[in-house]
């Protein structure tokens, strides 16, 4: 069933996000109005080490009021791939680099009302490369066992749908009981 934009305005321009009004015109001959947050592209990445730990960072959300466990991400900056962007923001945020860096998934955020696509990429082999943390974040690094991660967010006591989306999808990449 195919649809047309029949009007487009962009009310708000802002650090992080746009926001724009779409009037859609149906086959039918119905039409609506879609609000939409334009957004760009992200990567979340799992970076997990030589002893099984998984790399994540807790910090403050300000929109929801709490500190949440999170994995590493971070939006794409304009001229980067998703891949660089991966590798950079491990560096910021945690302090690490990759040497095997694979792409194991793709995903909308919240496709209803958003255009964000995230990528997940599994990060190993890591080695010490810090880079400088954005000014905005403030955080701290936690490691936590693959078992146990996975354990947190079966219970709820991940709450971020990012982290929980990519522990689901790196789970066909390891074996049982390891990270290997």
């Known amino acids: 069933m195919e649809f047309r934009v029949l009007h487009s305005e962009v009310i708000f321009q802002g650090r ?22 334009e957004h760009r592209s992200s990567v979340t990445i799992i970076a997990i080490d030589d002893q099984d730990l998984i790399w994540f960072v807790k910090q403050i959300r300000v929109p929801v009021g709490e500190w949440l466990l999170e994995l590493p991400a971070g939006v794409m900056e304009t001229s980067e791939s998703p891949a660089d962007t991966a590798q950079r923001e491990i ?14 998934g793709e995903f909308y955020l919240a496709p209803g009302y958003c255009t964000e696509k995230m990528y997940i990429f599994l990060a190993r ?20 066992p693959v078992e146990t991660a996975i354990e947190y967010a079966k219970n709820g006591e991940i709450k971020d749908a990012k982290t929980l989306a990519a522990l689901l999808l790196v789970q066909r990449y390891l074996k049982k009981g390891s990270a290997a």
Do not use: H
């Open 16 to 37: 992080v996000f746009n926001v724009r009004i779409d009037q859609i015109g149906y086959p039918d001959g119905r039409q609506s109005r879609t609000d939409i947050v």
């Open 91 to 104: 560096r910021e945020e945690i302090g690490m680099a990759a040497q095997s860096l694979q792409q194991i």
């Open 125 to 144: 082999d890591l080695y010490p490369a810090p880079l400088d943390k954005d000014p905005d974040e403030y955080m701290s690094v936690e490691k936590i």
